[in-house]
């Protein structure tokens, strides 16, 4: 294998962008594709990026006074028709056990899709006194929506999520923990992966199956600047408390029912940060959640040099450890020239090269992946200066994401140039809608754009519907979707 | 609801000790039942002292050299069946996914009852030099098992768990790797959650389905002192590499097939820790695990006293929370005897009593939930004292388990003894076996002793089987298990 081959196989971004995200992904050795319809495997290298967004995430839930517990895999199909808007919305998309322990089960179980239907019962027993209440789950693990056309951490059969679980004495409690948790999110995507979203409301044709009031977190990815949904978070009124029965004896000595919401985010946040941040190179993986932030490429030709370089980096090693994840790259099998390239198709933020006479100067070559700017660096220094390098790439990487969303958002007042935007893989238009799902419903089907959320942040601003002409009160994201 | 009734619910252990254990979970909210036939779900208090199990596993594993990974959570009944022992020893506790996305399907889908069958393929893949060895992937996952009578966390249709599987060039490299990941399950059980446990090999009879040589850790319970299988690791020889094909190219030019190990524990291991530490005050738990290692209690009755007690809480609290996990108890609608109670069902290693009295002493009552014992700590020296003492509460009670272990294991040479034993639930009996499959069946159907496994630390000594008088070479532990 030559050392351009390996590079040599991903297509550029330009050329086809889809192409290129299932080119990396195997190239990278971040997911492959497995034996079973609609499924992928996560190899390690991809799963250490979902273990680290996993640490950031549990964290912040747990901060914000929610535990962790796990409820069954399985609901029988009577429990998940409680809920009428809940049972349609899903049904298409459900897998289901009919046999089980050797002999066919008299009533089939759902592989979960979402836990509302097996967490509300739950709830029911557990809320008796507003005493008990708040209520408040999480659980981190898979759920199963039909998928035939799967594309690795998108949009996969399986897929790997944490979904929260609440329930509360009052609507108003229930919004303000459904907006708490999205914020959660958003602080998450931002800090970590260097992300920047939009939250918002989603209208009421693109809110989840039962909710009263969807939120979500919507990210521009890079190529054709497609919105990609981040994570959700949905206020879902009482109607899943009326339906499972979560009633509880008020401070007033009223029995009332609970009010509940209901939040997720998945693995899919590995492919924004894929999508957002890569380039033809490869990936560019933020430093904080970038399984190794700092690789080492030892240069050596002779023996004697061998052990040189050996002495120096194992002092490097040594002080860069309890800094920064580290890994000394010491393939004798492979050039440099291939390491470079591998390790930047793989987007470890920095690159560390040394050779004899790097030894001898007392110095490391740092190489930046997200900028390849080159700079010396004493090895006395690396303690301090490495972790100052991390965060200044993850504050780059931020800024870089963040002009690309906001030149490619453009306020739009006229549905021929949303029409246009949308075709040209433009980005996003902000433009007015007077809420009719008939006006949504005429720009996905001619456009195939579709609103993305209502942004909480704008001025309330009249203006006309963009598709009817009719009053609008405010603008809406409209953007082609993964 | 008076201080008394909490505790009086919870059954004596030498009443009825698998009452003691359904009552215990119940009332310190480790689980609950679930609307879905054998699964349970694990509520916060439970999944939290399994996250601090996984912790201290995971890391473990990774130091091992183990990465983690990700495989699909359902196998197509075509790729069970490849291995014949594995499918026919596991086929009778499948359960069956027929229909997904509203048809049915061409062939019927196993929700994973282990992921042997999918994992393989992959390896196939993967392993094409001798350079790609060793394949060693880990994954934290649910798997499936058809139950009837299930009991939380010991045995229930769905249950966590982590297996680990690798892949190796030689046959003498996957049983050593067998060995070690055992012992790293000994190292973390041992350790993490002071249970002794004898380490040794499965009889032929008892080992995994496709497996060459199955190795176990065992552990003895409190009450009927009897055996918990506590962990597995199975050198599966090349019989998994044959059948899905998992070949690669030796040093020496020639294609050979690798040789695989996967090994597992489980979430039982929680069940474990109640059974071994418990007594009739509830749940014991070690302090390296234990989800709250200190409660505070703080103790007042007028108004000005709580001002007191509330800026000393305050400044211990503060001392507290990096050395320890630690929560106090501000419920104003119980009384301390009440907390007291809780928090010792609970089994929250250390309780911190503190009222006006003590904030005056500067001090706090400290009382150990395993000895009960009560001593004053000066406020000034609790960021010192309350970490020695969690260690040495976590020794002492590794300790005890040891005493119960060794206290109730006998040599045995006769068969009488053997099966009185195991009637009297005297504990683990040490006795000669011949080999023959015959004479452990007949032990089982007479006594429903097990053979539990074949110790690795034993002197070699020559012996006549305690069934049929045959030769044998060692001793093999006898006892009735869960």
């Known amino acids: 294998m030559t050392d351009k081959k390996y590079v040599e196989d991903l297509i550029d971004q330009d050329d086809d962008f889809d192409q290129w995200y299932v080119d990396v992904i195997r190239k990278a050795e971040l997911a492959d594709?497995?034996?079973?319809?609609?499924?992928?495997?996560?190899?390690?290298?991809?799963?250490?990026?979902?273990?680290?967004?996993?640490?950031?995430?549990?964290?912040?839930?747990?901060?914000?006074?929610?535990?962790?517990?796990?409820?069954?895999?399985?609901?029988?199909?009577?429990?998940?028709?409680?809920?009428?808007?809940?049972?349609?919305?899903?049904?298409?998309?459900?897998?289901?056990?009919?046999?089980?322990?050797?002999?066919?089960?008299?009533?089939?179980?759902?592989?979960?899709?979402?836990?509302?239907?097996?967490?509300?019962?739950?709830?029911?027993?557990?809320?008796?006194?507003?005493?008990?209440?708040?209520?408040?789950?999480?659980?981190?693990?898979?759920?199963?929506?039909?998928?035939?056309?799967?594309?690795?951490?998108?949009?996969?059969?399986?897929?790997?999520?944490?979904?929260?679980?609440?329930?509360?004495?009052?609507?108003?409690?229930?919004?303000?923990?459904?907006?708490?948790?999205?914020?959660?999110?958003?602080?998450?995507?931002?800090?970590?992966?260097?992300?920047?979203v939009v939250p918002g409301r989603k209208s009421e044709a693109e809110k989840f199956a039962g909710a009263l009031h969807t939120y979500t977190i919507e990210a521009m990815m890079g190529g054709k600047h497609w919105a990609l949904q981040s994570g959700t978070s949905h206020n879902l009124g009482d109607h899943f408390g009326k339906v499972y029965g979560i009633r509880f004896l008020d401070r007033d000595g009223e029995r009332k029912f609970a009010f509940n919401t209901s939040w997720g985010l998945s693995h899919r946040v590995v492919g924004a940060t894929i999508m957002v941040h890569g380039d033809d190179a490869g990936l560019k993986l933020p430093p904080r959640i970038a399984p190794i932030q700092v690789v080492i490429v030892p240069i050596w030709r002779k023996e004697g040099e061998l052990t040189t370089v050996e002495e120096a980096v194992t002092r490097i090693v040594e002080r860069l450890k309890p800094v920064a994840r580290v890994k000394v790259d010491w393939r004798d099998d492979r050039t440099a020239g291939y390491k470079f390239n591998e390790w930047e198709l793989k987007g470890v933020p920095v690159r560390l090269e040394i050779g004899p006479r790097d030894v001898a100067a007392n110095q490391v070559v740092s190489v930046r992946r997200d900028t390849r700017e080159k700079t010396p660096i004493s090895i006395d220094e690396l303690a301090d200066r490495i972790p100052a390098l991390l965060d200044t790439i993850q504050a780059d990487m931020f800024e870089a994401a963040k002009r690309m969303l906001s030149e490619h958002t453009a306020v739009v007042d006229d549905y021929d140039t949303l029409a246009q935007r949308a075709a040209d893989n433009a980005g996003w238009s902000l433009a007015h809608w007077c809420g009719d799902p008939a006006c949504e419903t005429k720009v996905k089907t001619e456009t195939k754009a579709t609103t993305r959320c209502i942004p909480f942040d704008q001025a309330e601003e009249a203006g006309s519907c963009v598709v009817c002409g009719g009053a609008s009160s405010g603008r809406v994201i409209f953007a082609r979707a993964y």
């Open 33 to 196: 594709d497995s034996p079973v319809r609609g499924c992928k495997v996560v190899r390690p290298y991809g799963w250490a990026i979902w273990e680290n967004v996993q640490k950031a995430l549990d964290w912040r839930i747990k901060e914000a006074g929610v535990e962790n517990a796990a409820f069954p895999l399985f609901i029988p199909q009577s429990m998940l028709a409680q809920e009428a808007d809940h049972i349609e919305g899903f049904a298409p998309e459900v897998a289901w056990v009919t046999r089980g322990g050797g002999k066919d089960l008299e009533e089939p179980w759902a592989v979960r899709p979402t836990s509302e239907a097996i967490i509300c019962p739950m709830f029911a027993q557990w809320a008796q006194s507003y005493r008990d209440l708040p209520l408040m789950v999480n659980q981190w693990g898979n759920v199963v929506r039909w998928e035939d056309r799967p594309r690795a951490f998108l949009r996969t059969l399986e897929f790997y999520w944490q979904e929260g679980h609440t329930a509360h004495a009052t609507l108003e409690e229930a919004d303000a923990r459904a907006r708490q948790m999205l914020d959660a999110y958003r602080d998450m995507v931002e800090t970590e992966l260097a992300i920047p």
